[in-house]
Each structure stands twice: as structure tokens, then as C-alpha cells.
Nanobody
Framework: EVQLVESGGGFVQTGGSLRLSCAAS????????IVWFRQAPGKEREGISS????????SYADSVKGRFTISGDNAKNTVYLQMISLKPEDTAVYYC?????????????????????WGQGTQVTVSS
């Protein structure tokens, strides 16, 4: 069974930092793009960052570029999202997701429609 489990969410003040983790199981890590999405109340789910572990290709949405960093640990089948300089508008449920790509390279952050597997989500709340 393919499974993605997020952790690391929480409550932080404006300007603070958090690191989210996404532990993947049941899949060949290198064959997938791992994507971080977020969804704030009343808003659409937004893809904010992705990584292709084979080659280490990364992509970011403009809303997080320069503040968030995605990285992967192949030995642990885990992807991280380091978030700094957090703002109240970063408050959302953050989801880890996977899209199968095999040996292909996919440029840019995938959309929700392209996702094959979703995690359960972790809440991030940034106070003003």
C-alpha cells in the first residue's frame, strides 16, 4: 500500500520557522515527484513546491520562493519542507502528495489533478 505521512506542523509566530516531513512507503521513491500543497480555509488547494528525487530537480510557487526549501533523503524515503520567515497568510493545512513520473522529468509544480497519492495533511498556523 502506498502511503504518505506528514508531520511537523504546528503553531508559530510571524517570522518563525517550521520543518515539515513527508515519509513515503510502498513506492519507489525515485519514480515519483513529491509535491507539497496547502489549502487555507475558503481557498483552493495550492501546489507550492515539488522535488524529483532522481536528479534533485525542485520547483517552487512564487508565493513561497526564497522562503521555503524542499529537500529529499532517499535513504529514509522522506521529503522535507523547510519554511522560514512565516507569515499569517501561510496558515493552511499542508499536504504531501506524489505523482508518478518514472524516468521522465517534469518541470514545474504539478496540479492537483496530476496527483496519484495524497497524505492526510498537517496544520500550520502562523499568528500575527
Amino acid at each position: 500500500e502506498v502511503q504518505l505521512v506528514e508531520s511537523g506542523g504546528g503553531f508559530v509566530q510571524t517570522g518563525g520557522s517550521l520543518r515539515l516531513s513527508c515519509a513515503a512507503s510502498g513506492l519507489t521513491f525515485d519514480d515519483y515527484i513529491i509535491v507539497w500543497f496547502r489549502q487555507a480555509p475558503g481557498k483552493e488547494r495550492e501546489g507550492i513546491s515539488s522535488i524529483i528525487n532522481r536528479g534533485g530537480y525542485t520547483s517552487y510557487a512564487d508565493s513561497v520562493k526564497g522562503r521555503f526549501t524542499i529537500s529529499g533523503d532517499n535513504a529514509k524515503n522522506t521529503v522535507y519542507l523547510q519554511m522560514i520567515s512565516l507569515k499569517p497568510e501561510d496558515t493552511a493545512v499542508y499536504y504531501c502528495a506524489a505523482m508518478y513520473v518514472g524516468t521522465n522529468v517534469r518541470i514545474g509544480v504539478p496540479t492537483s489533478d496530476e496527483i496519484d497519492v495524497w497524505g492526510q495533511g498537517t496544520q500550520v498556523t502562523v499568528s500575527s
